[in-house]
Structure formats: C-alpha cells, structure tokens
Antibody
C-alpha cells in the first residue's frame, strides 16, 4: 500500500516561493503511477492544484498554472510542488495524493501540511 | 474551471438514508463517468469512498452508493451511523488531465 507524507516550511512570506515535498513509500515514483497535489484553504473546499504523470508530463490548474512547478525526484522517491509569488490566498493545507492508474480518481492521500503565507 | 456545486450541509438520524448531490457542467460531470467521492474528517487525510460514479474501493462499506443523471451525481449513505459524520467532497475528471472538486457537504448525524 502506498503511503505519502508531505513536508516543507509552515510559513512563507508573501511574494516568495512555496516549496513542498511528498515522500512516497510502498511504491516507486518512477513506476506506472500518477502523482498529484491538492489544497484546502482555511474554511474552504478542496482544490486540485496539479499532477505529474509517468514520463514527467504535468497538468496544472489553469488558475494557478503560471506559478506552478511539479517535479519528481526518483533518487529520493519523492515528488515536489513549487508555487512562486505567493499571496495570502495560497494559505492552505496542502495534500499530496496518488491518481489511480485509470486516471479517474485520487486513491491514496497524505495527512496534509498547513502552509501559511504571512510576513 | 468552476467548483462543482454541493449542498453545504445534510443531516439525518441514525439508521436513515441521506443523499448528497454534486452538480457540474457539460464539461465535467455531464460528459465523463468519472465522478469520485471523498470522506474527510478534519485533520485527517481524505478517504476515497466511491469512484467512477458507482464503484466502491475495497474495504468501503456497501452503505455508500452512487448514481449520476445528466450533470448531477449523487452519493447516498444508507443506514446512517455516527462514524459517517464528516465532510464529503465530490470530484470529477474534467478532461485534458484536469480535475475539479465540489464545494463540500458537512454531514451531521442527529
């Protein structure tokens, strides 16, 4: 069974870059699986942020696309999220998740990590 | 890419059945049979309870069932139990590798 654990700074200053890593256990990030980031602002619902597929193809939420980078590090069995030029609106609990092989749903999730954007 | 619309809250007594709706558009729910549902207890990881509209992952109670008609999908929880109290989110594949989530529904067991 796949297990996921997010890590990264809990506080980021406005206009700086938010960087998070998801450590994967129980599966290789380089094998046939898809990886995603999802976030939940305080008091709000879930929002798909972006995904990376085997081979490195990425898909991003159109509303965030210009500020996002998702990548995979096979040597560390992790995948990462970078969000540039953050504002208070990027404050959220960030979850990493797996996308099922069918590509239709998110089957495993991390516990989530809260990132606050504030000076 | 707008969020799918769900009722903010639904409640029921133990043993009753409740239904949560999830309304999208012709670009997501209406065109793909790829609606999934997630149960989220605050502070914990969301858990998949249904996928591809009607399919249950291994280990999920058969009290959870799903359906879809046009642009609206639904999740029904039968035999409501105290442990079902949580936030529920629908999600739909929206094409070109993108996904959209619902606004979320708080389920309260009276």
């Amino acid at each position: 069974q796949v297990q996921l654990q997010e890590s990264g700074p809990g506080l980021v200053k406005p206009s700086e870059t938010l960087s998070l890593t998801c450590a994967v256990s129980g599966h290789s990030v380089s094998s046939a699986y898809y990886w995603a980031w999802i976030r939940q602002p305080p008091g709000k619902g879930l929002q798909w942020v972006g995904s990376i597929y085997q081979g490195g193809t990425t898909y991003y939420n159109p509303s965030l696309k210009s500020r996002l980078t998702i990548s995979v590090d096979t040597s560390k069995n992790t995948f990462s999220l970078k969000v540039t030029s953050v504002t208070a609106a990027d404050t959220a609990v960030y979850y990493c998740a797996t996308i099922a092989a069918s590509g239709t749903h998110f089957d495993y999730w991390g516990q989530g990590t809260l990132v606050t954007v504030s000076s | 890419q707008s969020a799918l619309t769900q009722p903010a809250s639904v409640s029921g007594s133990p043993g009753q059945s409740i239904t949560i709706s999830c309304t999208g558009t012709d670009s997501d729910v209406g065109v793909f049979n790829y609606v999934s549902w997630y149960q989220h207890h605050p502070g914990k990881a969301p858990q998949l309870v249904l996928y591809d509209v009607t399919k249950r992952p291994s280990g999920v109670s058969n009290r959870f069932s799903g359906s879809k008609w046009g642009n609206t999908a639904s999740l029904t929880i039968s035999g409501l139990q105290a442990e079902d109290e949580a936030d529920f989110y629908c999600s739909s594949y929206a094409g070109s590798g993108t996904y959209v989530f619902g606004t979320g529904t708080k389920v309260t067991v009276l």
